[in-house]
């Protein structure tokens, strides 16, 4: 007969769920640790749904405002803002509609071919190295100049090396070795000309340089690559092609054409420079003056103000009026596109439109009030001093009317203005009414009628928030990441009790906090903040609140800006790499090709195997889990046991004893029970998956325990 005293019943593992980082994990006992790329689905964890590319065509710059809409005749359209472009997606193709700032007169524009040369001298300045058998470069190696780094091979003949851009390029056959080459730089000469490095203009009715520099190679659009003062600026002359083919996600492919001793003409008389909006900053600059900014921009050795055009961090707000398009650039113009002329065509300056009247020319932001019709500039320039930015005035048009914004007695056009604060942070329209945030409070903004129109009520001081773009509405709820906190209104404002936070806001990328975005995904019951992590420049991760559980969770994740399903089928993010993709879709990582396994796991908090000082044996796992919906023929993933005998101890490794440390189990769909053999006074159980096509849902498993007796 065996020992009954040894007979223990199975422990089920059920363990409480989201994630609790704001305690010590033996503290934390019966709760979960840590994970990445993990939801709770009815309390229990699975693997998060994979991404593919929506189009495999990539955008210029960095892409943090994403717009669907429907036009009358059924045609979707998602409107795209980057840093350095306006886009509107249809069927796949990007469509530059980018307003243009600047249309020069005849012959204002001039050219003339740069006259420096390279021959292996490494200067800041250059444009490109040459590096040649003679110039006393080694064989193969290494070059980096500030944040520029270049590997070459063996040299052969003669090898051009791009500094600006960091591309290979080959010197025509042409040159002898050791010959200096041109550089394939073009200064333009216009008065006044305002333009920014990274800015794109477009030439035409250019004529011919003489030379390699050719009518066809000026007239195209460029993107400008250094300023060289207010009325000088410099390209890079290319081959003859759409920019959309020659661009790389973050610029222009310096596909050189080189100049000869023939070009020597200005461009002639006719030629026509058109300047689109200055572009904008993809990272946020602390402070001014030296060093606030990259080489040659704005603020790079001098004072100048960082609010200059260009100067701040690019955040485009957009809103469909009927089926066409109202735009504005965060403290800039306000721009329409109108569909009826197609995606050919350009936004224009509202104020330019027919029948333009008291048109805000610069806001904060710009939404169209879904209830009543109205426009709304928020942080805007009023009617008796256009062009001077009040940063908490709202104006807001006539109902049914873009173009009509002077208030008067006959229609519902006006102004308020916000008592608190120092400026409008940003806007988020409900079902209900349009909140409000300045720096410091919120209010709620509401649609009265004639003859207030809309009135305006403040709802809370002392709030704070992260970012123009991390509140977002939830039904008739919004919810906001604030500086070190956590907010929800819904009919009151009240701090997120978070599980995570310490742990998130420890963190964040204070620098960058600026880049924080907000996504819901309703099919979850998401509300998720992508942020800049301490050692990150960029957004690469990401804190979860499940407001249907009201539970917390977070993970890595590089998205710059989130869009929940509606218009699409599937949620629809932008990543950094200059794509967007359709989330929720497969389980695999679709920005390579082919697909990548996402790695998923979750680790508990640790568990007392015994009571008091015992030690206890860990004998057999019976897991509980499912695979439904994996593609992968034999889907699997592993289950990790580790004990350790004091709180404050690290888990112990495995060793050349008869007692393991550390069970790694491989777990497939039919696997009934593993036998294990463990021994400690706590344990942490883990799973995780990096196999493609496996989709994975934990239950309760069991393991068998059996006391010890020995302390």
């Not at 472009?85 to 307003?99: A, H, M, S, V, W």
Request: proline share 4%.
């Amino acid at each position: 007969t065996p020992n009954r005293r040894s007979l223990m019943p199975l422990q089920k593992l059920q363990f409480r769920p989201g994630i609790n980082r704001e305690t010590t994990s033996y503290t934390n006992e019966g709760g979960w640790f840590d994970m990445d790329k993990v939801r709770f689905r009815f309390g229990y964890p699975e693997k998060i749904g994979g991404w593919v590319k929506s189009t495999a065509s990539v955008f210029l710059g960095t892409c943090r405002a994403l717009h669907p809409w429907v036009a009358l005749n059924g045609t979707n359209f998602l409107g795209a803002g980057t840093n350095l472009k306006y886009y509107i997606n249809e069927g796949g193709q990007y469509n530059d509609i980018t307003p243009i700032r600047l249309v020069s007169s005849a012959g204002d524009a001039t050219f003339a071919t740069g006259a420096d040369t390279i021959d292996g001298a490494i200067t800041a300045t250059d444009i490109s190295i040459l590096l040649d058998s003679v110039s006393g470069f080694p064989a193969s190696g290494r070059i980096k100049i500030g944040s520029e780094e270049m590997t070459y091979a063996a040299i052969s003949t003669k090898t051009l090396i791009g500094i600006v851009r960091g591309v290979n390029e080959t010197a025509p056959a042409s040159h002898a070795d050791g010959a200096a080459i041109s550089c394939a730089t073009i200064t333009v000469t216009e008065n006044a000309h305002g333009a920014l490095v990274n800015d794109f203009v477009t030439f035409t009715d250019a004529a011919s340089l003489g030379g390699l520099i050719t009518a066809a190679v000026l007239n195209q659009e460029y993107e400008i690559t250094a300023i060289v003062s207010a009325n000088a600026f410099q390209i890079e002359a290319r081959t003859v092609s759409s920019i959309s083919n020659i661009t790389t996600p973050s610029g222009l492919n310096p596909t050189f054409v080189y100049s000869n001793a023939s070009d020597t003409g200005d461009g002639g008389s006719a030629a026509v420079a058109t300047y689109q909006i200055n572009t904008g900053l993809d990272t946020t600059i602390s402070g001014n003056g030296w060093g606030a900014g990259t080489w040659g921009r704005g603020t790079w050795n001098s004072n100048a103000d960082l609010s200059a055009s260009g100067q701040t961090l690019r955040i485009w707000s957009h809103d469909n009026f009927g089926e066409d398009l109202i735009i504005n650039v965060r403290d800039s113009g306000l721009f329409y596109w109108d569909k009826t002329n197609g995606l050919s065509t350009r936004a224009v300056a509202l104020s330019s439109l027919s029948g333009a009247n008291k048109v805000p020319t610069i806001a904060k932001q710009v939404i169209v009030s879904d209830r009543d019709r109205h426009v709304i500039a928020f942080g805007c320039d009023s009617e008796t001093d256009p062009g001077t930015q009040d940063p908490l005035l709202i104006r807001f048009s006539d109902q049914e009317n873009v173009t009509e914004w002077q208030s008067l007695a006959t229609n519902t056009a006006g102004d308020l203005r916000i008592g608190s604060g120092s400026k409008i942070i940003t806007a988020v329209e409900t079902r209900q009414q349009v909140l409000v945030f300045t720096d410091v409070s919120l209010h709620a903004m509401q649609f009265l009628g004639p003859p207030f129109t809309f009135g305006i009520n403040s709802l809370s001081e002392g709030i704070t928030i992260a970012s123009p773009l991390s509140a977002i509405a939830v039904e008739d709820n919004v919810f906001w990441m604030g500086a070190e906190e956590f907010y929800v209104y819904g009919g009151a404002v009240q701090r997120l009790p978070c599980s995570v936070r310490d742990y998130i806001f420890t963190d964040i990328n204070n620098d960058q906090i600026e880049k924080v975005t907000a996504g819901v995904n309703s099919a979850f019951g998401e509300v998720t903040w992508f942020y800049p992590s301490a050692s990150s420049k960029e957004n690469d991760s990401f804190v979860t609140y499940n407001y249907e559980q009201k539970i917390w969770y977070y993970g890595l994740m590089p998205r710059t800006v989130w869009l929940d399903r509606g218009v699409n089928k599937e949620p629809i993010a932008a990543s950094p790499d200059h794509y967007l993709y359709l989330q929720e879709v497969g389980f695999d990582d679709g920005s390579t090709s082919p697909a990548t396994a996402i790695t998923s796991y979750i680790e508990s908090s640790q568990m007392d195997l015994g009571e008091g000082e015992q030690f206890a044996f860990m004998r057999r796992l019976i897991p509980d889990m499912t695979f439904r919906d994996s593609t992968a023929v034999a889907p699997s993933a592993t289950m990790t046991l580790k004990v350790r005998n004091f709180p404050g101890g690290n888990y112990l490794d495995s060793d050349a004893s008869s007692v393991a440390k550390t069970a790694s189990i491989p777990v497939e769909q039919f696997t009934e029970q593993v036998f294990v053999r463990l021994r400690g006074r706590s344990f942490a159980f883990r799973i995780e998956s990096n196999d493609t096509g496996v989709a994975w849902r934990l239950g309760s498993p069991r393991v068998d325990i059996k006391p010890d007796g020995r302390r």
